[in-house]
């Protein structure tokens, strides 16, 4: 909640210095355009991981690598982190298709 809030006080700050002059349209617009893409992606990214984690994806994959981290949880990140660059390769249904 505390986020939502600091994100409301921001938006409203930059709907003031929209309305004040402060940040010209045209600025605002130039903003836009780079940051925009951006955000959705950061939008969409933060679906895609709270969808598989509702579907308990990331604790199966830490039970499996559980064993081999010994109770140190930064080797379990690393070896999470290190096998997630892999995926595509060993689904063939995530490679992009040829021609």
């Known amino acids: 909640m505390r986020l939502a809030i600091i994100g409301g006080v921001l ?3 930059g709907v003031a210095a929209v309305l004040t002059g402060v940040l010209p ?5 130039a903003l836009a355009d780079r940051v925009g ?4 992606f950061v939008a969409a990214m933060t679906v895609v991981t ?5 579907a308990g994806l990331f ?3 830490a039970r499996r690598f559980r064993p081999w981290g010994r ?3 930064v080797v379990l990140w690393l070896l999470v982190a290190s096998s997630l ?10 490679r992009p298709r040829c021609c």
């Open 71 to 73: 109770g140190r949880s």
């Open 85 to 94: 660059p892999r995926r595509p390769f060993f689904f063939p249904w995530t």
């Open 37 to 40: 893409p951006i955000l959705l």
């Open 50 to 54: 709270e969808l598989v984690s509702e």
């Open 25 to 29: 349209a045209d600025d605002l617009v």
């Open 59 to 61: 604790l199966w994959v």
């Open 11 to 13: 938006l409203i700050a």
